[in-house]
């Protein structure tokens, strides 16, 4: 499973961008539980965000959603913090 992560906005405006293949990793079905939970619930349009707030894109195996601070899930805060620490 592929998962890309685009985080935009807050103070300074910087960009930035991870993606992680999970295809063979032992923790693979742990991710995959992860991602299946944290794209549930989000926008397939990005929402409004809030001043210095961050707006995120995920895209997990294709599938593209959107969400931003503060309204991001645990799974979606754990997703997108875990991408942006292991991915590259």
């Known amino acids: 499973m592929r998962i890309y992560v685009h985080r935009t906005g807050?103070?300074?405006?910087?960009?930035r961008r991870a993606e992680i293949d999970t295809s063979?990793?032992?923790d693979a079905a742990?991710?995959?539980t992860l991602a299946d939970k944290a794209v549930a619930?989000?926008?397939?349009?990005?929402?409004?965000?809030?001043?210095d707030g961050f707006s995120y894109q995920i895209t997990v195996d294709g599938r593209t959603v959107y969400?931003?601070?503060p309204r991001l899930t645990?799974?979606?805060r754990t997703l997108i913090t875990k991408?942006?620490?292991e991915g590259s």
């Open 41 to 51: 619930t989000a926008r397939t349009e990005p929402p409004v965000g809030v001043p």
């Open 24 to 26: 063979g990793r032992d």
């Open 74 to 76: 645990q799974e979606q």
């Open 83 to 85: 991408v942006l620490k």
């Open 30 to 32: 742990d991710w995959r």
């Open 10 to 15: 807050g103070f300074s405006g910087v960009d």
């Open 67 to 69: 969400c931003s601070d």
